[in-house]
């Protein structure tokens, strides 16, 4: 996978985390905010109903004095009070605190029409109001008023209840809004962390071990690569592999005969009696060193391309009896080196 592909994919996880976490918290937010307006309003049914509350009673007061002292010019604004109190509650029933007690209001609008039904019957008799009917329009008029209040108790109540409800349910989602916008952020910048720390191991890593490479590769006089990461930089690891090992290879080797030269001979010469002072190597070591005699005449005779064909040729045959742990070098225009490991070598020049 390419760099622009891991790029790719942080990107697009990095915009698809921030896109979930706003859209988390605002939708959060939005029904906090509607729950906290539908409260007000709530609240506002709850004012609303203490008026009524409280217009009821003047409607009692009047009530009792039509009926009770025969205040008779009363009658018309009494029953347009009535109405009035009748259409209020008829608004007020339609409000969504009340949609569970809509049985308990709509008794308190049965009351305040059973008194209006009274009103208008006493109405309809005139002066006569106190008299032989007075007796039965209190009696009804007791019971439906004794009853109204009731029901404005009951309402009342628990629309209290309703409001104390609400509002302990909004302080525990203003809470919980908050450990959800903690936990949101949190996991946001988990994910964010996690993304660096992948792209850290995935691009970064692979980066900083070939650059350790690269600097380790005159001591090691190796260099091995990265197997992981984005395929350039593999790319690249393996290029720059090939490229030091055909220097390391040129700088160690005889062009010629590919035979170790003089300075790769003398480090593994040197590591070789490192090794033996601090009797890490129990063997015997061996130096066989070969000279060529009257080479010379042979470059003259034939030319130099025939001694170049010689020297490959006795380079092979050394190389050929030589172990796997002996070392053959050239050293000079003329002169070879076999350097054992071992007690005994044995080399046949044919």
């Not at 005159?218 to 393996?238: A, H, N, W």
Request: some cysteine; glycine content about 4%; proline content about 1%.
């Amino acid at each position: 996978m390419k760099i622009r592909s891991y790029l790719t994919i942080v990107i697009s996880l990095c915009l698809i985390g921030t896109y979930v976490t706003e859209y988390s918290i605002n939708r959060q937010r939005q029904n906090l905010q509607s729950l906290t307006q539908q409260h007000h309003l709530n609240e506002y049914a709850v004012n609303e109903f203490g008026h009524i509350k409280h217009n009821i009673s003047q409607f009692l007061i009047t009530s009792d004095l039509i009926l009770a002292s025969g205040e008779t010019y009363l009658f018309p604004g009494a029953i347009e009070q009535s109405e009035l109190l009748l259409r209020h509650l008829d608004d007020l029933n339609k409000t969504s605190l009340l949609a569970g007690n809509r049985e308990l209001l709509l008794a308190v609008r049965q009351s305040v029409d059973d008194i209006r039904q009274i009103l208008l019957k006493a109405a309809a008799n005139g002066n006569t109001v106190i008299g032989t009917d007075e007796v039965n329009f209190l009696a009804i008029y007791d019971e439906s008023s004794l009853t109204l209040v009731q029901n404005l108790a009951n309402v009342s109540s628990q629309m209290s209840e309703d409001i104390e409800s609400e509002t302990r349910h909004l302080s525990r989602l203003s809470k919980e809004a908050v450990q959800f916008q903690r936990i949101v952020i949190i996991g946001f910048s988990l994910l964010v962390f996690l993304l660096w720390y992948w792209t850290i191991r995935q691009i970064s890593k692979p980066v900083q071990e070939l650059s350790a490479m690269a600097v380790k590769v005159r001591d090691t006089r190796t260099f091995v690569g990265v197997g992981y990461g984005p395929q350039e930089i593999q790319t690249l690891s393996d290029e720059i592999s090939s490229l030091t090992n055909s220097l390391l290879y040129q700088a160690n080797h005889d062009p010629l005969t590919k035979l170790n030269n003089r300075r790769e001979f003398e480090r593994q010469l040197k590591q070789t009696l490192n090794s033996s002072r601090r009797g890490d190597n129990s063997l015997a070591n061996t130096l066989c060193y070969i000279d060529l005699d009257r080479f010379k005449i042979v470059n003259d005779t034939c030319g130099h391309s025939a001694g170049d064909e010689l020297l490959t040729r006795v380079a092979d045959i050394l190389i050929s009896n030589a172990r796997q742990n002996d070392i053959v070098a050239r050293v000079g225009a003329m002169s070879l080196l076999s350097f054992s490991r071992t007690v005994i070598l044995k080399m046949q020049l044919h």
